[in-house]
């Protein structure tokens, strides 16, 4: 059973983020996957088998990985040997493997750092990456495993990971930077290399994307999205957009600490949820006609317009609006069909994420609504 949410924020004050590292390590120590590339505890890893495995795991299993990286260390016991083959014999050695254009990359870059760098990879992840083949998150894997750098690579295992542990509400991919932030928390200063190795394993065996195994996970006992029970909605990703863009207009009226807001019609998109009044959502809507659709209140002069737009994406439809606020007086009646909730109180009404988004806009605080 997940802690209860007391339980987890009493831990989360006893255990700081600075103990993920120390979890996850002591897990790896007694549960790493026996790799064929990988260092024995205690050993050196080697930055040539490092990198080989890396970019032979690109878009391939590590199953399928195996024979090839066994048949190419054999043929090709280092860099500088690589580096002298012929790129035919490397295309041939690779051939099952797919993606050909990562062998081809594969010799530039062997004939790269014998030419260039006297057959030793640099050690940084911006000299990594100025090699052929090496892409961010390679260069941190090689930077981390080989080199000790304390970076975080993060590919969708790890992305997965970190959001569930986090249960970070922003969707991929313009999450990517943040959970990559969040990645590193998990880096160990001393040991990055097993940190980065752990957090692959544990994306690999325990924190599966269907029925993770989270009794298993070292992690467990401070996992947001476990506490929740929603873990495996984790990472969110943007919807795909589809349909026409729509547009419209939102109006937010406040009265004092109140604001107005009207029930949709039970049938329909969003039926029986609460909103704010506001115009048709129509494609090619002009901005003139959407405020004209604003309430009638007596007592409001003008409406000032937000700047920005509130974005959404429906399944069938993106959608855009403008958003409109008003201040009426302390005695206004709310027009027909309408109503003044309490501010304070909003999150006990059925507010769809299109509301909350358009209702923060419009009070200007940037706040979100507590659910
Ligand atoms: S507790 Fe479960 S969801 Fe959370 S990180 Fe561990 S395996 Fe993943």
């Not at 790799?35 to 990198?51: E, I, S």
Request: positive net charge; hydrophobic residues 45%.
């Amino acid at each position: 059973m997940p802690a209860s949410p007391a339980r987890q924020k009493a831990r989360r004050q006893a255990v700081p983020d600075s103990a993920y590292p120390r979890l996850l390590l002591a897990w790896y120590d007694r549960h790493r996957r026996a790799l064929p590339w990988r260092a024995l505890p205690g050993q050196a890893a080697d930055p040539y088998r490092v990198w080989l495995s890396e970019i032979m795991l690109q878009q391939t299993t590590v199953k399928a990985v195996g024979p090839y990286f066994e048949k190419f260390l054999a043929r090709w016991p280092s860099v500088a040997a690589l580096g002298r083959a012929s790129q035919d014999d490397v295309l041939r050695m690779w051939a099952g493997l797919g993606y050909y254009s990562r062998a081809r990359n594969l010799f530039a870059c062997a004939v790269a750092v014998s030419r260039d760098h006297g057959g030793a990879f640099p050690d940084t992840e911006v000299g990594l990456r100025a090699l052929p083949g090496i892409g961010p998150y390679t260069a941190a894997a090689i930077a981390a495993i080989a080199f000790g750098r304390h970076c975080m690579p993060v590919d969708g295992n790890i992305e997965r990971v970190v959001s569930r542990l986090f249960a970070t509400e922003d969707a991929l991919p313009q999450a990517k930077p943040k959970i990559s932030q969040l990645a590193l928390t998990l880096a160990g200063e001393a040991r990055a290399g097993d940190s980065a190795q752990a957090l692959m394993d544990l994306g690999a065996t325990i924190c599966t994307p269907k029925k993770p195994a989270c009794a298993l996970c070292p992690l467990n006992e401070d996992c947001a999205a476990r506490a929740r029970g929603d873990q495996e909605t984790f990472p969110r990703k943007a919807p795909k957009v589809t349909g026409k863009l729509r547009r419209g207009a939102a109006f937010v009226v406040t009265r004092g600490d109140e604001l107005l807001v009207r029930t949709r019609a039970e049938k329909g998109l969003l039926g029986g949820m609460t909103e704010v009044p506001g115009s048709d959502w129509i494609a090619g809507q002009d901005d003139t006609i959407a405020r004209q659709q604003a309430p009638a209140l007596p007592g409001v002069a003008r409406w000032q317009r937000k700047p920005g737009l509130v974005n959404h994406v429906f399944t069938h439809f993106p959608l855009e609006l403008v958003v409109y606020t008003a201040a009426v007086p302390a005695r206004s009646r709310a027009p027909d069909g309408m109503r003044f909730v309490k501010i304070a109180t909003l999150q006990h009404e059925a507010l769809p994420n299109l509301m909350r988004k358009v209702i923060a806009h419009g009070l200007g605080d940037g706040k979100p609504i507590r659910r």
